[in-house]
């Protein structure tokens, strides 16, 4: 199967850096067109960043729900907007369950509210017949060039090359490789089961080193920050116009939070970061993309503060007063999208074992939400199964216009 995913990113390069001796002020500033902008700010010590979203068209509308194969759904008003919902079920060591569930073992609740499920299918299964047009699951291996170092780069070649040689280099489901780089983001346009061919496609690629600029202290911090949630949010755009469900495996210790004691936000650069998050959640729930990090460091910061700091961000924004930058970092995007965010190991090929796991089995349901009142409203979505067993899937969502 061939799978068309190229996105072409276009960044900010004529940023300007004035410093005022006297005043102690730093000023990071942009003049890119509103929308990808980002003004930083170091004043008596404290940091403040300010994302500027303005509304994004790629985001606006939400495209049409894939046909799911059950009589609800073909008998349903199409021009409605459902919640979709993809779900892995695992026992409680986190182990995926492969026994085939059925509807009737789900329930699902909406900001507390339970929800009628007017569309169901268990992939793969045999108590469901699958729909013949959708297509199979989509599996992006993805290589992070700007957040890793490059020695770091080199170790996870070796982990990635021990995965894709695995059973004589027969991969339980097909993938495509990604990279993050300088040059944005690419994919290889092939998914496949060979990962002899893609080992031999991966060592033709050459790890792009980080320049001068973005590794350069705090103004590279920055940047690269910026440079991250710019590529995953194109990228999900990219994915959106695309059928069926999507699995990104991000290999990356994670982009920088740029939050903590002494990060002073106004009210105003609180609205700007609210938004962005918002339009971050919507992209990957609309492209129906599962989000994975893995970090290649291993455990080397096992026991560093830094290393889990992220935890500190995984409740949902429910409004702009609570909004900070540590809530758009990698892992708990990952975490949030109902995906895992693994860490501390050195056998990095066994951690993306197990999150190809979560396609040997998933489910996937749709609810007809009512209406929010106003836009941008958070909906936590509870979905529970069997006594003993756990759903896994997104945690929630914001209602669009």
Known sequence: MSHRGCADLDFPRNWTVIHDVSLHLVTVDSKAPEGTAMRVTLWCGKLVVYCVAASLPLFAQEPPTPA?????????????????????????????????????????????????????????????EVQPNDPPIKI???????????????????????????NGGKLSHPVSMGY?????????????????????????????LRSSKESAGFYGTVERFQRSVNALNSLAAKESHLPGRKMIIWMSPGWPLLSGPGVDLSPKQRDGMFATIVSASTALRLARITLYSVDPVGVENADSSTDSLYEEFLKPVTTAKKAQA?????????????????????????????????????????????????AAMYHAVDVKVLPGLIARTRDGYYVQP
Request: glycine share 6%; with cysteine; proline share 3%.
């Open 68 to 128: 799911l194969n059950s009589p609800q759904a073909r008998s349903s008003d199409t021009k409605k907007n459902y919640l979709v919902l993809d779900i892995v079920v695992t026992d409680k060591s986190g182990k995926t369950v492969t026994k085939v569930l059925e509807e009737k073992d789900f329930s699902v609740r909406d900001s507390g509210k339970p929800e009628k499920i007017i569309a169901f299918r268990a992939v793969p299964g045999e108590v469901l």
């Open 140 to 166: 992006i291996l993805m290589v992070d060039e700007i957040n890793t170092s490059f020695s770091k780069v080199g170790y996870e070649r070796i982990q990635i090359a021990r995965f894709l040689q695995q």
């Open 180 to 208: 993050f780089s300088d040059k944005g983001i690419e994919v290889d346009d092939d998914s496949t089961h060979d990962g002899n061919a893609l080992l031999a496609s991966f060592d033709q690629h050459v790890t792009a």
């Open 326 to 374: 540590g809530n758009l970092a990698l892992q708990v995007l990952a975490r949030q999208s109902g995906g895992l965010a693994l860490r501390a190991s050195n056998d990095i090929s066994n951690q993306l074992n197990r999150c190809l796991a979560d396609a040997d089995a998933y489910y996937t349901l749709a609810i007809d939400p009512a209406p929010a009142d106003n």
